[in-house]
């Protein structure tokens, strides 16, 4: 679950944010929408926990999360393999000490009892995190957006454009499957092949799932409900983007009609105000109306 009661934020003079409040529930896909520079990035960040708000609360509940940022972030000197085996920090751990006691039986150093007996408490460790099936996750990912495998593996991160190292950076979040996620401009650098494969593992993703992207299109195969950040607060829609438009359109239209209705009156009432202001005997009418 991702929330945010009141949420408060200000980079200088500036008023990024001056009271969102949503909750988005468990297994909810939602856009969160609105003009460059309104504060999207940052909100997600809030949510993150990688900004304070300056007042009110945000985040999230109920699991892990995962955040693709707009900076890859990754380790230019690891392989592709070894940076996507970062999501899971407690499965390589393990793999890691079944590596050593493995070379120190084959060496013979230390107590082979022992060795083997944790051998075996770490082999079962090891299939409670799911560590056998980890690689195939991976490759799954990795081909879905458009790697080549098995030879993009053993390339160096580095060895890879600016554009490939964020698809580096997505597949670490969707290899994961944390119970939270948190995308920011996730399609930027894909061809419509890998869009249409993100789109498809979005709509069955079992977490919640908030992501920043200007492609409507992409947001109708994937989004229920759609967030507007506007003027520091936030307008919630249900239903995919093309719904979000037409809704919103209706409620613009709606306040226009009302502004319209508003200003007529309001020139009824200084109509009234003007005829009757010198009359003495009108002067407590007058002043109801002014």
Not at 72 to 97: K, S
Not at 192 to 205: G, N, P, Q
Request: hydrophobic fraction near 40%; charged fraction near 30%.
């Amino acid at each position: 679950m991702l929330y945010a009661d009141n949420a408060m934020k200000s980079f200088g003079p500036v008023d990024v944010l001056t009271g969102v409040t949503f909750i988005i529930g468990d297994g909810e896909r939602t856009a969160l929408v609105g003009p460059n520079g309104g504060g999207k990035s940052t909100l997600l960040r809030i949510l993150a926990g990688d900004y304070p708000t300056d007042g009110g609360t945000a985040g999230h509940r109920g699991g892990a999360l995962g955040f693709l940022r707009q900076e890859a972030g990754l380790n230019d000197d690891r392989t592709l393999l070894a940076e996507l085996w970062e999501a899971f920090p407690e499965a390589r751990e393990v793999e890691l000490r079944l590596e050593e006691i493995a070379h120190a039986i084959e060496q013979g150093d230390g107590d082979i009892e022992t060795l083997i007996e944790d051998q075996a408490k770490l082999f079962e460790q090891f299939e409670a995190l799911d560590g056998y099936r980890i690689e195939s996750r991976i490759g799954r990912v990795l081909s879905g957006l458009g790697f080549t495998l098995p030879d993009d593996q053993f390339r160096a991160c580095g060895d890879f454009s600016g554009g490939w190292q964020m698809r580096i950076a997505l597949a670490k979040v969707l290899v994961r499957r944390p119970e939270n996620v948190l995308l920011d401009e996730p399609t930027n650098h894909l061809d419509v092949a890998t869009k249409a494969w993100l789109s498809a593992e979005l709509k069955d993703y079992p977490g919640t799932v908030l992501l920043v992207t200007h492609d409507g299109e992409f947001l109708d195969q994937v989004v229920n409900r759609v967030l507007d950040l506007r003027d520091g607060g936030v307008e919630s829609y249900a239903g995919d983007y093309s719904e979000y438009q037409r809704q919103k359109a209706d409620r613009l239209q709606a306040q226009d009609r009302a502004a319209s209705r508003q200003g007529r009156e309001i020139a009824k009432q200084e109509k009234f105000i003007e005829r009757f202001r010198a009359k003495a005997t009108k002067t407590t009418v007058v002043q109801s109306r002014e």
